[in-house]
């Protein structure tokens, strides 16, 4: 994770993950308010950060894409015959965003109670993790 870029009074970090000696995923992440427009300009932040702190000139984009992920817990309501799972279900570590390994073990809380869902405990993710965030 790269911090050294633009903040603009938010929280801003680049991070390049490669996947062969010629390709990699380089991304421009915000923690920012949902409907804070002027952080947008991705592609712009991008192009810059390929060429002016890696000092590639001579790439190509071949994929990209543009997501958000919800850094709160979601409304915790008991429903009749209804369990919430992925982020929708708390399962999103929200220091981070990570959610899938998450999600993988409450699938797996889910598969071994099914019998019994309604009666046993509802999964959660570690309270230490609520903490953090
Ligand atoms: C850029 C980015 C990078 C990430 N990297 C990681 C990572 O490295 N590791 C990690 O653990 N997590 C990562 N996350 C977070 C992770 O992707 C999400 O937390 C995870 O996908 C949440 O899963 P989900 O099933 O709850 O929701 P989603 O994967 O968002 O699935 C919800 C689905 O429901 C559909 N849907 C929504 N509303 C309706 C409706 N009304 N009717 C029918 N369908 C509907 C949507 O179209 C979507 O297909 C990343 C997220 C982003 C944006």
Known sequence: MDFDCDQ????????TLPYSKDTALVET????????????DYDKQIKDYIENHLNLKDYKIIYKEEGAIPLFYPVDKNEKNKINIGTAGGMTRLSTGYTFLNIQEHSKYIRENIENIA???????????????
């Open 8 to 15: 603009r009074e938010s929280v801003h970090f680049f991070y």
């Open 29 to 40: 992440t915000w923690l920012s308010k949902i409907n804070d427009n002027s952080q947008k």
């Open 119 to 133: 009666n046993v405990k509802k999964y959660k993710i570690s309270t230490k993790y609520q903490f953090f965030r």
